[in-house]
């Protein structure tokens, strides 16, 4: 891989783990304005649905050339891990759930090397290894040890549907009849909202909540701007921007990147919303990063390449 490409793919899994990042931040307010948390989840995929609907049209074609990874991606990669997040919060503390789920780039990393059979370099496995240490501290794990069996089985399977989220966006990646990613999402999006309805009942949202004002820290915000920013930038842009980098680096590296999304969730928090950031928090926020940089420093081995002293190559240039 060129390097200009391996930094293009990086920069779009940095943005795309600061746009997820900033989805919690707009979405507190208006849950603690009055709105359930599934119906918000709901309103997050649908309405990235309805902005996407355009592209689904236009890439009509892949429901006859990739049914499977339609309805895969938007089960779940879309539905499955918001739905499973959401309800192990139910039941355990809102770090370790979020520590659980961000557990699916190592859960990637066992998939890729016992399923796949294909090599995981020492990099990414070191980069992985040291992110979910720095997100322990980050979420501050000590803080709710005592734990609910099903909570933490819920967490284990939001995990398991982020590990594949990487898997799907990089599905036909490497073939001759790539799927487009933006007609990829659009259908994942569609199939995410309707299983979603059938989770969130929609019907029983409290719309007021959206006609009114919402508070941001010290700051009165419209309810439907923050909707808008979670929509739009935290969904629509972030998925999108999440699925070219999985293209451009691997699922492995940019899984590992997409941990920095609670780093940056808890200083968007600290920032706008006044939560205080502990000493733990700042240490564990170096450690993803400093992860994520190990990550993003490994390439490849070619397949079939049986000598591991052997020079290791770009994912491009192997598949070129």
């Known amino acids: 891989m060129q390097a200009s490409g391996?930094?293009?793919g990086l920069g779009l899994a940095l943005v795309s783990a600061v746009a997820f990042g900033g989805s919690g931040v707009a979405a507190k307010p208006l849950i603690e304005a009055g709105l359930d948390p599934l119906h918000m989840v709901w309103l997050r995929v649908a309405g990235a649905a309805l902005v996407l609907s355009p592209l689904a049209w236009r890439h009509r074609d892949l429901v006859f050339r990739k049914p499977?990874?339609?309805?895969?991606f938007g089960l779940v990669a879309v539905a499955g891990v918001q739905a499973f997040y959401f309800a192990s919060l139910s039941r355990i503390p809102v770090g370790v759930a979020l520590l659980l789920e961000y557990l699916g780039p190592a859960l990637l990393l066992g998939w890729i090397r016992f399923v796949q059979r294909k090599p995981v370099t020492r990099a990414a496995a070191t980069g992985a290894a040291v992110a979910v240490v720095g997100l322990a501290c980050v979420v501050e794990i000590w803080s709710g040890l005592s734990l609910d069996p099903l909570g933490v089985l819920l967490g284990l399977a939001a995990a398991c549907c982020q590990a594949f989220y990487f898997v799907f966006a990089d599905q036909g990646a490497d073939g001759e009849d790539v799927p487009d990613p933006l007609g990829v999402i659009a259908y994942g999006m569609l199939v995410g909202a309707l299983v979603m309805t059938v989770i969130a009942r929609p019907w029983r949202i409290d719309w007021q909540v959206l006609g009114g004002p919402a508070r941001m820290g010290a700051l009165t915000v419209?309810?439907?701007?923050?909707l808008g920013w979670v929509v739009l930038v935290a969904t629509v842009f972030a998925y999108l921007t999440g699925v070219v980098s999985v293209r451009r680096l691997s699922p492995q590296?940019?899984?590992v990147v997409a941990c920095l999304e609670a780093v940056v969730a808890t200083v968007f928090a600290w920032v706008l919303l006044n939560e205080h950031l502990?000493?733990?928090q700042i240490v564990g926020g170096a450690?993803?990063?400093?992860?994520?940089?190990?990550?993003q420093?490994?390439?490849q081995t070619p397949p079939g390449a049986g000598d591991p002293a052997a020079p290791a190559l770009d994912r491009e240039t192997t598949t070129a």
């Open 278 to 280: 502990s000493t733990p």
């Open 6 to 8: 391996k930094n293009a």
């Open 253 to 255: 590296v940019a899984g």
């Open 297 to 299: 420093s490994s390439r």
């Open 287 to 295: 450690l993803v990063l400093g992860g994520a940089f190990i990550a």
């Open 222 to 226: 419209p309810a439907l701007l923050l």
């Open 68 to 72: 499977l990874l339609l309805a895969g």
